[in-house]
């Protein structure tokens, strides 16, 4: 009879439906912590379910596929993935429950990604790329990286964008625990520092 082993239980997909929220406490450079992950579907007939969760925030995590550039949405073959992925970044970061929340946006499946770039340009995608960057996989990260920054302060004030929370970006293969282990350590330094300075504990 076969046993499943960790490995197999990190490689299950299992799509999130619902909203199920997690405490867990963890050991950072700063001492213990209580940490509180609230965890919402991202399917479309699932959203509907989010807005009496936006008070009160401290952080969003977004996660989005890297190797997803060249692919349709499950439940609307004529919208890509990174199209429906940016769209909901802009209208959801600037929910005004948000306004001074903190965001840390996951590229995953880097691994996926980088195989793919190889083969696929990036032109199927952004048509008008550098014609010499279409397989380079970290001019496309970097564009990326832009895109969302250039969306979380589009259209806001100065003073707006003072108070803005931060934004952090993290690349992760999430079927690797060492590595995706590493950057949840620093995530967690990360977020107690931001609230810490909130706060006016920190400069």
Request: proline share 0%; charged share 30%.
């Amino acid at each position: 009879s076969y046993r499943a082993s960790f490995d197999d239980f990190v490689r299950v997909r299992d799509c999130t439906t619902g909203i199920i929220v997690k405490a867990f406490r963890a050991q950072t450079d700063y001492g213990e912590y209580m940490f509180e992950v609230t965890d919402v579907g991202g399917q479309r007939a699932e959203r509907r379910k989010w807005m009496r969760l936006f008070d009160n925030i401290s952080v969003c995590l977004y996660i989005m596929a890297l190797s997803a550039y060249d692919q349709c949405l499950f439940e609307d073959n004529t919208k890509n993935c990174w199209d429906e992925t940016l769209e909901l970044f802009s209208k959801t970061a600037h929910e005004a429950a948000f306004g001074s929340t903190d965001w840390v946006i996951f590229f995953n499946k880097v691994d996926l990604f980088e195989a793919k770039i190889a083969k696929i340009p990036f032109s199927v995608y952004q048509t008008d790329f550098n014609a010499d960057d279409v397989h380079n996989s970290d001019a496309v990260k970097k564009w990326i990286l832009d895109e969302f920054r250039r969306r979380f302060y589009d259209g806001l004030s100065k003073e707006q964008i003072r108070k803005r929370g931060n934004l952090y970006f993290h690349v992760t293969c999430a079927t690797n625990e060492e590595y995706v282990s590493k950057i949840i350590q620093r995530v967690h330094v990360d977020l107690i520092k931001s609230q810490m300075k909130k706060m006016g504990y920190l400069m």
